[in-house]
């Protein structure tokens, strides 16, 4: 019984001390770090964040101590990649040409490019345009379906041969 009551009164001071020690440090924190004293209070540890990850390189933080040079954890942070934005359009893809779009990114303004190949052309079937006769060839063409194409290719077409 009588050890248990000193053991309290001894957590108690403790406690109480702790306490004046919280308070006293939290004013020096505050207060701009003066007088603060690592070897008995600590080192009172905070992230810097140095070099600063990029788009394309990594970066690195460590905790350091706001009151004397001691570093604690240190931690590479990964880069962070591009954000890109929006496609734009430099040149239009067509049938017989490449065409060619851009994204910059946001970040470091990078510029991405994407060749697109060209489509090649669409065809449709073979429209008569004229039937042939033994004397005379026929014609026919055909029209490539896509509507910023439309190029037309004519065709003679043989008699009794069916279309070529
Ligand atoms: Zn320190
Ligand atoms: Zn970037
Ligand atoms: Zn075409």
Request: charged residues 20%; hydrophobic residues 35%.
């Amino acid at each position: 019984m009588k050890n248990k009551r000193i053991l309290w009164r001894t957590l108690g001071v403790f406690a109480v001390i702790a306490l004046i020690g919280f308070a006293v440090a939290s004013c020096e924190v505050e207060g701009g770090g003066s007088g603060h004293d690592c070897q008995r209070q600590g080192c009172r540890f905070v992230w810097v964040t140095y070099p600063v990850p990029s788009c394309t390189s990594s970066g690195m933080r460590t905790e350091s101590c706001r009151y004397c040079e001691n570093t604690g954890r240190a931690q590479t942070m990964l880069s962070l990649g591009c954000s890109f934005g929006d496609w734009e359009e430099v040149t239009p893809v067509t049938c017989e040409a490449n065409g060619l779009r851009t994204r910059t990114c946001i970040r470091c303004e990078y510029i991405y490019q994407n060749v697109l190949h060209m489509l090649g052309h669409n065809w449709s079937d073979l429209i008569v345009l004229r039937q042939p006769t033994p004397t005379v060839l026929g014609l026919g063409k055909t029209e490539c379906i896509r509507t910023f194409c439309l190029l037309e290719r004519y065709y003679s077409i043989p008699y009794g041969g069916g279309p070529i």
